[in-house]
């Protein structure tokens, strides 16, 4: 069998796709079941949010990328959150992160370190104020729905990720991410990230009881 056989065969393998269980986000407020989020602080979280409006001036790239990264630095600081691996897109964020403590602290630092950032990345970079309509890129203040324009399109996404093939997937699709931001193809990036952890030792699962 040919490499890029072999790859296009890998590549197929590495879905991810979320059972009920593991999986918590990513639609739309107000149309979610009111449950408590999946948290294990013992094992990799992959987190997600994106934003539509995040284009042009409110990309979170470009003049924005250093704002962004410092806002995620400072809050993972003061709520001990660990960040083991970040993608900026654009218009989206990925994350894995390792939280602090257990149980009840940990879903509290949890919330309390996502509330920091999302809030103030749709202040800082979305220009979102505090009493003042916030408007898409046609100028509304609400949405086809009527409702109220918001910077971030729907709650944060969130997975629990098991074992070190959870983990060498998520991995790689970070870093698929990344090239994509800088510019690559999407198939292009794909086939350079499953080839760099083809070839490198750190496609290994971390240690998520120390630290």
Known sequence: MSKSKQ???KIKQL????TAKDAMGGVKRGTHVKTKRPLVSRKPLHVCMRSSLARGQRTMQGRSQLKVKLIVDQASRKFHVRVVRFANVGNHLHFVVKLPGRGATSRDLYGKWIRRITSRIAREVGGSKRGQPLKDQVGRTTDDQGKRVRFWDAIPYTRIIHGSR????????VLKNQLEAQGLRGDLAEVLALEHFESSRIDRLPDWRAG
Not at 15 to 18: A, G, I, V, Y
Not at 166 to 173: A, E, K, Q
């Open 166 to 173: 959870g983990w060498r997937v998520i991995d790689r699709y």
């Open 15 to 18: 879905s991810f796709l979320p």
């Open 7 to 9: 790859i296009s065969q």
